[in-house]
C-alpha cells in the first residue's frame, strides 16, 4: 500500500491551499452573511480561481482543460471547502457536468459546449432534474407508480424540441451558461424508460430562471428555478439517446440525479474540508482561550472533544481518498455511496461538536462555528439523505 | 399516589392559549417575509395581546392581581407560545417568573409603590440584570476546585443620603429592552445587593444586545450615576435574595426548558401534517417506513422531555416531595435542560429532514426550528456545563456561595 501523493497532485493541493487560504477564506463570513440570496454569489472569486484552473480542473487534457485526475479532485475539493464549502461546491459543480460532458456528449457537442465553456472564465454548467413535486422519486424511482418523478415534458417538432415545465431547487439555475435537462419524452412510460437529457444554452427562447432559494447554508451557493415555456432546443442537442438520459449517464458509471461517480465523491470531500476547518479552529482556540486563567485544552472534556473532532475527521479522510483512489483505477462500488453517507453523519457531528467548543457560557455564538453548523446541515437536505441511503443499499443488494 | 390530571383551569389556559398561537401568533410569526429576513423585531403588538389574556402577570398571586398560576402551568403555557414564537413565550416567561419572584421579596410598600403600574400596563416587563462584561460564569475549569467562581460585581451601589448611587455594565439581560422595571445584582459595603432600578431613572441606559444568540429580547445594560431611592433594595443589603440566581441550583422553573420543548413540537407538528401530504414512492411520506420510524423517534423525544420538564416543574411547586421522599433530591430543572436541550435538537434535524429540500429554505420554518433549538443547546450555560454542575452536585460537592468583594 502506498499513501503518497505525486507530484502533480501535490502541486494542486498546493495551489488550493494558496488560492483558499489567500482568496476564499478573507470572503467567507462576508458572503454568507449577505441577507439577498441573489446577492450572495461573487463572480470575481470564479474568475480568480478559473484563471488559477480550478473551474476547467476534471475537463481532459485533450479538450484543453486540466485533466486531474480524481484523487487530486479530490484534494482540491477538500482545500477550498475548508477555507469555505459553498464556494467550493460552486467551483465543483463545473467539474461534476465535464465529467458528463466526456462521458456522454458527442465529439460535435464537445466541440460546440466544451470549447466555449473551456473559453469564459464565468462560464459555469448545471443540470436541471429536480421539480417542486419530484424530487426523491428521481432518485429511487417508485416500481408501482410509473408516472412518478420529474414532469417536464419535451415533444419533438421537426429538428427541434418543445419544452414545457419547471425546474427547482437547480444548482447554478440562474447563474449558468449551460445546463443539463431531464425531460420526460415519453409520458407514458416510466421514469428510466421515457427520459432524454437535453443540452440547454442560457439563452434557449423560451427559457426563462425564477426565484433563487434563500437557503439557511452554503448561501453562497445559488441554487434557482427554471421555467421553460415553450423552449425550443434542437434536436442535435439532445445527449445519447432519445429515451436514454437514465441509461446514458448511468453507463458513465452513475446515473441522471447527481448521485453519480463523481458526485458521492464530492459530498464526502467538500463535507471532509468543513472537519478540517473546524479541527484546525477547534485546536487553535483550545490552546489559546482561557477559563478560570487556563487554556482549554487543560480540560478533559475539551479533550473528548477534539479527540472525537479529529477521529471521525481522520476516518473521513481515509474512506475519500480511498473512494477517489478506487474511481482512478475504474473501481466501482457502492463505497462512494456510502462514504457520502457518512460524510453526512461526520460533518454535522463535527459541525456540533465544534460550536460546543467554541460556545461556552452567554448569549453570542461564534459566527464561523454558526456558519459551519448551517453548512453542515445541507448534507441531510439536497441530496435527500434517507434517499441516498436508500438508494446505496440498493447497490449492495446489486 | 401518583397523578398527572391537569386541573380544569390548566386544560382551559391550555386550549386558550393553544387557540391564540394557532389564530393570531402563527401567521404573523411564520409569514415567509419574516422568516427570510435576518432581522426579527420583537412582535409586540401580539405581546401586548398576550398581556391582556394575562400570560404577561401569569404567576402573580390573584391577591395581587395576577392569576396566581404555579410553575407547571406556567411551563404549560410557554410551550404554547414557543409553538408560535419562541421569543414572545422568552419574554413572557421572564416577566411572569420575575414578577412572582419580587412579589414574594417586596416588603408592602415596595408592592404598593411598583405593583399596580406593573399590573396596568401591558408593556410593562422586568429584568433581572446580573452578568457583567467580560466576567467567567463557564464551570468547566472549575469543574471540583475550590476556585472562587464570579466573585462580587464590578457594578457598584454607593450610600449617599437617601439615594443609593449606581455605576457600572451588565450584559446578557433578559427582557432588557423591553423592561420597565429592573432587579440590579451591584456589590455593596457588605456585600451583593439587589436594587430595583426603574428604566426612566437617569442614569440608566438600555439597548439591544448584538447578534441573535439568544430567545426573547436581550441587552445590554450600563448604570452612570443611577440614583434610586433607598428603599429600593430588594431583601438586606449585602445579602442579595438572588445571589444563586432565579433558579439556583438546577431547582427552579424549567420554563426554558419548556420554551425548548415547544421548538420540538412545532417541527413535529409541521413535519407529521407534510408528511400526510407529500407523496413520494408512490405514496405518501408517512407511509415510508423510513418516515414513519423518524416521526417515531421525535414523538418519543418529545414526550420523555415533556415528562422530565413536567416532573421538575412540578418539584418545583412542591419542594415537600422531596422532604417526603417522593422525589430523589436532585437538581430535576438542570437534568431536564440537559435532555431537553439535545433531543430537541434532534427532533427540529428530523423533522426538517421529512421536507427535503425545503427544509432548509429560509422562508419555511423548518430551517428556523433548527436554529432555534440550537440556540437553546448552546446558550445560557451550555450542556456540557450543565452536566458538570450535575456531576457536582451528585458527588455532595459544595462550592463556596458568591460573596461581595
Known amino acids: ?398 | 399516589m401518583f397523578n398527572l390530571h391537569l386541573s380544569p383551569e390548566q386544560l382551559e389556559i391550555r386550549d386558550t392559549v393553544r387557540d391564540f398561537v394557532a389564530r393570531e401568533v402563527k401567521p404573523v410569526a411564520l409569514a415567509p417575509a419574516r422568516l427570510e429576513a435576518f432581522e426579527k423585531p420583537l412582535l409586540a403588538e401580539l405581546l401586548a395581546q398576550a398581556s391582556r389574556l394575562g400570560l404577561r402577570t401569569l404567576a402573580l398571586s390573584e391577591a395581587a392581581g395576577g392569576a396566581g398560576a404555579d410553575n407547571l402551568t406556567c411551563c404549560i403555557v410557554t410551550e404554547e407560545l414557543a409553538v408560535g414564537d419562541p421569543d414572545i413565550a422568552a419574554v413572557l416567561a421572564q416577566t411572569a417568573m420575575l414578577g412572582r419572584l419580587f412579589e414574594r421579596l417586596m416588603p408592602l410598600a415596595q408592592r404598593n409603590r411598583f405593583l399596580p403600574e406593573f399590573l396596568g400596563d401591558d408593556r410593562y416587563h422586568l429584568a433581572f440584570a446580573e452578568r457583567e462584561p467580560g466576567s467567567e460564569t463557564a464551570l468547566g475549569a472549575h469543574y471540583h476546585r475550590p476556585a472562587v467562581m464570579g466573585l462580587g460585581f464590578r457594578t457598584s451601589a454607593v450610600r449617599a443620603g437617601d439615594k443609593w448611587i449606581i455605576n457600572g455594565a451588565k450584559e446578557c439581560v433578559a427582557n432588557a429592552p423591553v423592561a420597565k422595571l429592573f432587579a440590579v445584582q451591584a456589590s455593596t459595603a457588605g456585600g451583593v445587593s439587589t436594587l430595583l432600578v426603574p428604566r426612566d431613572t437617569a442614569g440608566l441606559s438600555a439597548r439591544a444586545q448584538e447578534g441573535h444568540w439568544f430567545h426573547g429580547s436581550y441587552g445590554e445594560v450600563a448604570f452612570e450615576n443611577c440614583r434610586v431611592p433607598v428603599d429600593s433594595l430588594l431583601g438586606v443589603e449585602g445579602r442579595s435574595p438572588l445571589a444563586e440566581g432565579p433558579d439556583a441550583k438546577g431547582r427552579g422553573s424549567p420554563q426554558f426548558q419548556a420554551l425548548n420543548l415547544g421548538i420540538g413540537r412545532a417541527a413535529y407538528e409541521a413535519a407529521l401534517a407534510y408528511a400526510h401530504l407529500r407523496v413520494q414512492g408512490g405514496r405518501r411520506i408517512v407511509e415510508h417506513q423510513a418516515i414513519g420510524a423518524k416521526l417515531a423517534g421525535i414523538a418519543i423525544r418529545l414526550e420523555v422531555a415533556r415528562a422530565a420538564v413536567w416532573r421538575a416543574a412540578w418539584a418545583s411547586d412542591h419542594p415537600e416531595a422531596i422532604a417526603d421522599r417522593s422525589l430523589p433530591d436532585l437538581p430535576l430543572q438542570a437534568i431536564a435542560r440537559v435532555y431537553t436541550a439535545e433531543a430537541m435538537l434532534e427532533v427540529a434535524k428530523d423533522a426538517a429532514e421529512c421536507f427535503g429540500a425545503m427544509g432548509v429554505m429560509r422562508d419555511m420554518p423548518l430551517q428556523k426550528y433548527v436554529q432555534d433549538a440550537r440556540v437553546c443547546l448552546h446558550s445560557g450555560e451550555g450542556s456540557a456545563d450543565a452536566k458538570l454542575r450535575l456531576a457536582e452536585i451528585l458527588a455532595g460537592y459544595r462550592r463556596p456561595a458568591k460573596t461581595g468583594t
Not at chain 1, 187 to 204: C, E, H, I, S, Y
Not at chain 1, 306 to 324: G, K, P, Q, Y
Request: net charge neutral.
Open chain 1, 1 to 398: 500500500m502506498d499513501f503518497s501523493l505525486n507530484d502533480e497532485q501535490r502541486e494542486w493541493q498546493m495551489k488550493a491551499r494558496k488560492f483558499a487560504r489567500e482568496e476564499v477564506r478573507p470572503i467567507s463570513l462576508q458572503r454568507d452573511a449577505i441577507e439577498d440570496p441573489r446577492e450572495t454569489f461573487d463572480w470575481d472569486i470564479i474568475r480568480k480561481g478559473s484563471k488559477l484552473g480550478f473551474r476547467t480542473l476534471a475537463v481532459p487534457k485533450e479538450w484543453g482543460g486540466q485533466g486531474t485526475d480524481f484523487v487530486t479532485q479530490a484534494l482540491v475539493m477538500t482545500e477550498l471547502a475548508k477555507a469555505d464549502s459553498a464556494i467550493s461546491k460552486s467551483f465543483s459543480q463545473c467539474w461534476k457536468w465535464s465529467h458528463l460532458i466526456a462521458a456522454s456528449c458527442s465529439d460535435e457537442q464537445k466541440e460546440r459546449f466544451l470549447r466555449p465553456f473551456l473559453a469564459d472564465d464565468t462560464f459555469v454548467l448545471g443540470k436541471g432534474i429536480s421539480e417542486h413535486s419530484a424530487g426523491s422519486d428521481n432518485r429511487l424511482p417508485p416500481a408501482d407508480d410509473p408516472k412518478a418523478g420529474l414532469k417536464l415534458r419535451a415533444e419533438r417538432r421537426g429538428d427541434e424540441w418543445i419544452l414545457n415545465g419547471e425546474k427547482a431547487f437547480i444548482a447554478n439555475g440562474n447563474i449558468g451558461k449551460l445546463f443539463f435537462i431531464d425531460a420526460r419524452t415519453d409520458p407514458n412510460a416510466p421514469l428510466k424508460q421515457g427520459t432524454t437529457m437535453f443540452l440547454v444554452p442560457r439563452d434557449t427562447p423560451g427559457f426563462r430562471t425564477g426565484k433563487v432559494f434563500n437557503k439557511s447554508g452554503w448561501r453562497f451557493y445559488q441554487n434557482g428555478e427554471m421555467i421553460f415555456e415553450n423552449a425550443r432546443v434542437p434536436h442535435a442537442n439532445v445527449v445519447g439517446e432519445v429515451n436514454g438520459a437514465v441509461r446514458k449517464s448511468g453507463g458513465a458509471g452513475g446515473d441522471t440525479t447527481g448521485g453519480d461517480l463523481f458526485g458521492d465523491l464530492e459530498l464526502a470531500a467538500n463535507a471532509l474540508g468543513i472537519c478540517d476547518d473546524a479541527c484546525e479552529v477547534a485546536l487553535q482556540h483550545a490552546r489559546s482561550a482561557k477559563q478560570g486563567g487556563k487554556v482549554l485544552f487543560e480540560q478533559q472534556l475539551i479533550q473528548l472533544k477534539l479527540n472525537r473532532m479529529h477521529m471521525l475527521t481522520e476516518a473521513l479522510r481515509s474512506f475519500v481518498m480511498r473512494i477517489a483512489w478506487e474511481h482512478d483505477r475504474r473501481i466501482h462500488s457502492p463505497n462512494a455511496g456510502l462514504a457520502m453517507n457518512f460524510s453526512t453523519d461526520v460533518v454535522q457531528e463535527v459541525a456540533e461538536i465544534y460550536m460546543d467548543v467554541r460556545g461556552g457560557a452567554g448569549c453570542a455564538m461564534d459566527a464561523h462555528a454558526d456558519k459551519l453548523a448551517r453548512d453542515s446541515i445541507i448534507w441531510s437536505h439536497l441530496a435527500g439523505d434517507t434517499v441516498q441511503r436508500l438508494k446505496v443499499a440498493g447497490r449492495l443488494r446489486g
